[in-house]
């Protein structure tokens, strides 16, 4: 499976952008970018997720670099409930049973 | 939105005994479903695919034998924990998509099991 990396944690003040930052640079053209968030003691839950061009939808962006190596998750006004462990996966799309690999995520702290 | 449902959240068993835990697909077909445990403050770990209509892959050094898993039809895969101990005791998720594979993953809140 294509490794990601990710900072260990974050911390962000409420109302303000958060960018979250992902390294792969062993992606591969079928990978796609997926980001999960998980809030403690439920199940991680899909933010967004992308191939090459960048994505938004109601929860965040997705900043894609043109090499594809990096990525960035971009939340435009953190909330207190924003506060999660945030996981940066590589999904293959022609991987046998298109698993969800986990790597250790980013804690991101909301200071309110 | 594609709702996938876990039960129970939550159970204590004893030592030695069997515990089912089901993963539901509320709203869509899922001929793959995938089973995860997390221990305190760590990641998820990948346990097994459960395929429908046969045998799940487990990922390497899962015992199969231990976690039993069953993916009867296309809305519903169980994982039995056999002769559970406490090392046991994680929180179990399991997950599952409604469209192809560059869709998402909708995940189950998840099952605390506590072995005593």
């Known amino acids: 499976d294509a490794k990601t990396t990710q900072p260990n944690s974050m911390e962000s003040n409420e109302e303000e952008p958060v960018h979250l930052p992902c390294n792969h640079s062993?992606?591969?053209?079928?990978?796609?970018i997926h980001w999960y968030r998980q809030l403690p003691s439920q199940g991680p839950e899909y933010v967004i997720h992308?191939?090459?061009s960048n994505v938004n939808n109601r929860m965040a962006s997705l900043a894609i670099a043109e090499d594809r190596k990096s990525s960035t998750l971009i939340l435009h006004r953190a909330t207190l409930r924003d506060a999660a462990v945030y996981y940066c996966?590589?999904?293959?799309?022609?991987?046998?049973?298109?698993?969800?690999?986990f790597g250790a995520g980013t804690i991101l702290r909301v200071k309110s | 939105g594609a709702v996938v449902s876990q039960h129970p959240s939550w159970v204590i068993c004893k030592s030695g005994t069997s515990v089912k835990i089901e993963c539901r697909s509320l709203?869509?077909?899922?001929?793959?479903m995938f089973w995860y445990r997390q221990f305190p403050k760590q990641s998820l770990m990948l346990m097994a695919t459960s395929n429908e209509g046969s045998k799940a892959t487990y990922e390497q050094g899962v015992e199969k034998d231990k976690f039993l898993i069953n993916h009867a039809s296309l809305t519903l895969s169980t994982l039995t924990v056999t002769s559970a101990h406490p090392e046991d005791s994680s929180f179990y998720i399991c997950?599952?998509?409604?469209?192809?594979?560059?869709?998402?993953?909708?995940f189950g809140n998840g099952t605390r099991l506590t072995v005593t």
């Open positions: 709203d869509f077909q899922a001929t793959t």
């Open positions: 997950s599952a998509g409604d469209r192809g594979p560059d869709s998402p993953l909708h």
């Open positions: 996966i590589l999904r293959d799309l022609w991987e046998y049973g298109n698993k969800l690999v």
């Open positions: 062993t992606i591969s053209g079928t990978d796609y």
């Open positions: 992308g191939l090459t």
